[in-house]
């Protein structure tokens, strides 16, 4: 028999205080003045309950890729953040590209019991960018997967997007492209600017990102398919998916923490913990893409969450590997940039981490509101201490976050994954359901 637990005076996102009853993996009761007999109470007061997070960029490393982290790992450092479902991308080793693979990874997902694993499946065979990948047996196999994405790489050839976006209509699905037109990228090292040209390093200009963009909403309009753009980083790519979505094209597009935060300026130091791609951007992007998240043009935030061992990183900057880790860090992030900023309140958050994202990916029993009869897939955060982000934070196997040792806002107190604890008072249990 499950666990039963009455949560008293949680704000549901920005109403008032309120009770909330789990029982069974599901929300039975929602009041005030609850009570229920044998039930365990979480005082929740001053806690915010959001819908559990919907995460549609996560790298998990498994298979393949296991000193980085694993399923278990990084479903452990989801939870931490907050998270109850992550979308796993594909460049594993193998890469996720035949519905054995996705299966395996789903089957992961589910042993560790931390949140719904996802799998995302590759557009391309070995995300070569050469042929497609069997999209419609992933589709149809016990992973029901509707995002495929080559990301780390681009769709280049404009004929297998394409093909790519006429295939995935038929099961509703959608493709998730990484805009980085690979010629204008050779070699880059930073984004493409004055900052590059004092540090002497290869730019990766904003264009490189833009054209793809541009390409792809034609593309998809002209075929009448569903695009979601990754990682989305400058201004242009917010006015290209503005424009876009004026004229009716069915187009989605995510910003990541780190993109709504840090500026190029962190390159100065060479440490390459400031080292992704999409490079960290100038003041104006970061301004932009905020102001695209408010008004809707960029619909959710994603984390890209990128383990990568410490040689990988603590290395020179020329040397080191692309990406953050960035579950652990989101929610708090998140507020930092855009909610004590006042461009988004804590709907909104519910709303771009959780069900949009879910919406995108097509996952029903996700992203589903705080309601009676819906999943107790939850957190509850409170937003008031101010702390250090530092190594205890960080819940998965790799360390490579670019805000340790900087204040972050916030704490996620607790997390349920259908009606699971899997944090308690900010710890995670080192298995779903089990406390000490
Ligand atoms: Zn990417």
């Known amino acids: 028999m499950s666990e039963s637990?009455?949560?008293?005076?949680?704000?549901?996102?920005?109403?008032?205080?309120?009770?909330?009853?789990?029982?069974?993996?599901?929300?039975?009761?929602?009041?005030?003045?609850l009570s229920a007999a044998g039930a365990t109470v979480v005082d929740a007061a001053g806690l915010?309950?959001?819908?559990?997070?919907?995460?549609?960029?996560?790298?998990?490393?498994?298979?393949?890729?296991?000193?980085?982290?694993?399923?278990?790992?990084?479903?452990?450092?989801?939870?931490?953040?907050?998270?109850?479902?992550?979308?796993?991308?594909?460049?594993?080793?193998?890469?996720?590209?035949t519905a054995g693979v996705v299966e395996q990874e789903l089957a992961l997902g589910e042993a560790a019991g931390y949140v719904h694993v996802q799998p995302i499946g590759a557009v391309?065979?070995?995300q070569r960018g050469e042929r497609l990948a069997e999209l419609g047996a992933m589709a149809s196999s016990r992973a029901r997967v509707r995002v495929f994405s080559d990301d780390g790489f681009c769709v280049f050839d404009p004929l297998i997007m394409r093909r790519a976006l006429e295939y995935v209509k038929s099961f509703d699905g959608v493709v998730a492209q990484h805009a980085q037109d690979p010629r204008l990228t050779e070699g880059?090292?930073?984004?493409?600017?004055?900052?590059?040209?004092?540090?002497?390093?290869?730019?990766?200009?904003?264009?490189?990102?833009?054209?793809?963009?541009?390409?792809?909403?034609?593309?998809?309009?002209?075929?009448g398919s569903r695009l979601h753009v990754c990682h989305l980083s400058t201004a242009g790519s917010v006015d290209i998916i503005r424009w876009a979505k004026k004229r009716g094209v069915d187009v989605t597009a995510e910003?990541?923490?780190?993109?709504?935060?840090?500026?190029?300026?962190?390159?100065?130091?060479?440490?390459?913990?400031?080292?992704?791609?999409?490079?960290?951007?100038?003041?104006?992007?970061?301004?932009?893409?905020?102001?695209?998240?408010?008004?809707?043009?960029?619909?959710i935030v994603?984390?890209?969450?990128?383990?990568?061992?410490?040689?990988?990183?603590?290395?020179?900057?020329?040397?080191?590997?692309?990406?953050?880790?960035?579950?652990?860090?989101?929610?708090?992030?998140?507020?930092?940039?855009?909610?004590?900023?006042?461009?988004?309140?804590?709907?909104?958050?519910?709303?771009?981490?959780?069900?949009?994202?879910?919406?995108?990916?097509?996952?029903?029993?996700?992203g589903t509101p705080l309601a009676v009869g819906q999943p107790a897939s939850l957190t509850l955060y409170d937003p008031r201490p101010v702390r250090?982000?530092?190594?205890?934070?960080?819940?998965?196997r790799s360390v490579n976050?670019?805000?340790?040792?900087?204040?972050?806002?916030?704490e996620v107190r607790w997390t349920f994954f259908a009606g699971a604890v899997t944090v308690a008072e900010g710890a995670v249990l080192d298995a779903p359901g089990v406390r000490a």
């Open 124 to 126: 391309t065979v070995g």
């Open 401 to 410: 976050s670019p805000y340790l040792d900087r204040d972050l806002p916030g």
């Open 48 to 97: 915010i309950a959001l819908p559990g997070l919907v995460d549609l960029h996560t790298h998990l490393r498994e298979p393949g890729f296991e000193a980085s982290e694993t399923i278990l790992t990084g479903s452990r450092a989801a939870a931490a953040g907050g998270f109850t479902t992550v979308f796993a991308m594909p460049n594993t080793s193998p890469v996720a590209d």
């Open 388 to 396: 250090r982000f530092t190594t205890d934070d960080l819940r998965g």
């Open 188 to 223: 880059a090292q930073m984004n493409e600017g004055t900052v590059s040209a004092e540090l002497g390093l290869a730019g990766w200009p904003a264009v490189a990102e833009e054209s793809i963009i541009a390409r792809d909403v034609l593309l998809a309009e002209h075929v």
């Open 302 to 366: 994603a984390t890209d969450h990128a383990p990568h061992p410490a040689e990988a990183k603590s290395c020179e900057w020329a040397a080191a590997a692309n990406g953050m880790v960035g579950l652990e860090s989101a929610l708090r992030v998140v507020q930092q940039s855009v909610v004590d900023t006042g461009l988004l309140d804590w709907d909104d958050v519910a709303r771009v981490m959780s069900a949009a994202p879910a919406r995108i990916g097509r996952l029903s029993g996700a």
């Open 5 to 33: 637990f009455l949560i008293r005076g949680a704000r549901l996102q920005t109403g008032d205080a309120t009770d909330m009853i789990i029982d069974g993996g599901v929300i039975t009761e929602v009041g005030t003045g």
């Open 255 to 299: 910003v990541t923490p780190h993109h709504l935060l840090l500026t190029e300026e962190l390159a100065r130091g060479y440490d390459a913990r400031y080292k992704v791609n999409p490079p960290l951007r100038r003041d104006e992007d970061v301004l932009a893409v905020r102001a695209g998240l408010a008004d809707g043009t960029i619909d």
